[in-house]
């Protein structure tokens, strides 16, 4: 039988790993959003923009550079009457 502190030890492993796996999950989420939607609107971009935004994509370090980026895209697909998967229009 387990003592107390082996079940908080478990519950501690339990909720570091669900903790990176969900991180993942996100981190996933985001590249895979940024990368579908510059696809999108890549045909609107010239070379040196495009690579531009990808590069303010590989620097960014948090939500708001991410939002930043984000809308950016958004812009340029509004400008050039591109439609974007309602998906990738949340905030």
Do not use: C, H
């Amino acid at each position: 039988m387990l003592g107390i502190a082996n079940w908080v030890g478990l519950v501690l492993v339990w909720l570091i790993t669900l903790s990176m796996i969900v991180g993942d999950l996100v981190r996933a989420r985001v590249i895979n959003d940024f990368e579908q939607t510059l696809a999108i609107v890549a045909p609107a971009l010239s070379e040196q923009r495009e690579e531009e935004i990808m590069a303010k994509f590989k620097a960014m370090d948090g939500r708001q550079d991410y939002l930043a980026v984000q809308k950016e895209l958004r812009q340029v697909a509004e400008e050039n009457s591109i439609k974007l998967p309602s998906s990738l229009i949340e905030e």
